[in-house]
């Protein structure tokens, strides 16, 4: 089954269950991928989807951010269940501990350091990772390491 199947399964079982936050964000999730699929010309890979699901999530986290400063706590926890409820079909996300150490033994490896390390570690990590593992995350990592 593929993700979208997955996500047009659950929105149909929210549907019946009549939960409408989670009907909602499904819905919207799923015109998210179709305007993808309409702007790329093509069906959505593995990678596709998850960008799609992690610009989604961030756009949640954001609104909350922004409610909760307007002094709307209401408005900010359902952006927040929304951003759960993608999140629950993200792949399974590699530890920062991993991350880490897989960044160490690559900058060890190849004898990178400073700025001008940072490009290949990165391509290297992004490849390493794929989608289990989110680029601001491996960037700030890379970056903490090749300023030791």
């Known amino acids: 089954m593929t993700p ?9 079982a929210a549907m019946k269950a009549q939960d409408r936050e989670r009907t909602s964000s499904l819905r919207l ?15 959505i890979d593995e990678a596709g989807f998850t960008a ?15 409610y909760r400063a307007g002094g709307r706590p209401e408005l900010a926890d359902k952006e927040d ?4 409820i993608l999140g629950a079909y993200l792949p399974q996300q590699a530890s920062e501990t991993d991350l880490r150490a897989a960044a160490e033994e690559l900058v060890r490896a190849q004898g990178l350091s400073g700025p001008a390390g940072i490009g290949p570690a990165m391509k290297a990590m992004l490849a390493r990772f794929g989608s289990a593992a989110d680029g601001a995350t491996i960037n700030k990592i890379v970056r903490e390491i090749l300023a030791k």
């Open 4 to 12: 979208q199947q997955r996500i047009e399964s659950d929105l149909k």
């Open 29 to 43: 999730l799923l015109a998210d991928l179709k305007n993808e699929r309409i702007k790329r010309g093509a069906e």
């Open 52 to 66: 799609v699901l992690r610009r989604a999530i961030k756009q949640r986290e954001e609104a909350a951010q922004l």
């Open 81 to 84: 269940r929304e951003a759960g």
